[in-house]
């Protein structure tokens, strides 16, 4: 999250013209159109020194399955998450999982995780692999995660080569998209009455 000069001079109880003095110790991250000074909250927090120790680092994790037969595998990848948070003294302060596919953009969790990042400030987002948040579009999570100075993190590396990585994305759009085909045409069948 970025704040103005202004909110940057209330915070270390100094004036404006001190800070921009200070602009050799603290350079802003960058400046607006109208050239105003816009600062990352967590880089000035811990230049005040009222920033987080490391034993203090908070962590989203992010679990997701496919279907409904696979809530085992959910928990089993929650539990994998919150023992690897744990083993570095993370705080995990918000768990998210959906059971639906990675195409799908408008899950309930995961649109809820990204209206979290704002307020409560991750150091980390967790799971377990990066098609577990979406099977495309990370980069833009990425992005956005950026601004509020949060990293993504896989504790998994699938070890494939980019062939691979394209021939799993071709299968997962074409299931996606025989899915809802098949449930489409669900409600449309009509039986044929058989004479005797």
């Known amino acids: 999250m970025f704040i103005s000069i202004g909110q940057v001079s209330r ?3 100094v004036s404006k013209s001190t800070l921009r003095r200070w602009d050799e110790y603290l350079v802003a991250d960058y400046r607006t159109k109208g050239n105003h000074r ?3 909250y967590k880089k000035i927090m ?5 920033g987080k120790d490391k034993s203090e680092e908070e962590v989203f994790i992010y679990a997701r399955v496919s279907s409904g037969r696979q809530k085992e595998d959910l928990k089993r990848q929650i539990d994998s998450l919150e023992n690897h948070a744990k083993s570095r003294n993370w705080k995990i302060t918000g768990i998210y999982k959906d059971i639906a596919s990675g195409l799908n953009d408008g899950r309930k969790d995961l649109l809820k995780m990204i209206s979290d990042i704002p307020t409560k400030l991750p150091d980390y987002i967790l799971c377990t692999y990066r098609d577990r948040i979406a099977r495309f579009g990370t980069r833009l999570l990425e992005q956005f995660c950026n601004i509020y100075d949060v990293q ?3 504790t998994q590396i699938k070890d494939i080569t980019e062939e691979e990585r394209l021939a799993h994305s071709i299968i997962a759009i074409l299931t996606s998209f025989s899915g809802k085909l098949y449930r489409s045409r669900r409600g449309r069948i009509t039986r044929i009455p058989v004479c005797t």
């Open 11 to 13: 915070l270390a109880g």
């Open 46 to 50: 811990n230049f005040l020194g009222l």
């Open 152 to 154: 993504l993190l896989e």
């Open 38 to 40: 816009r600062y990352m």
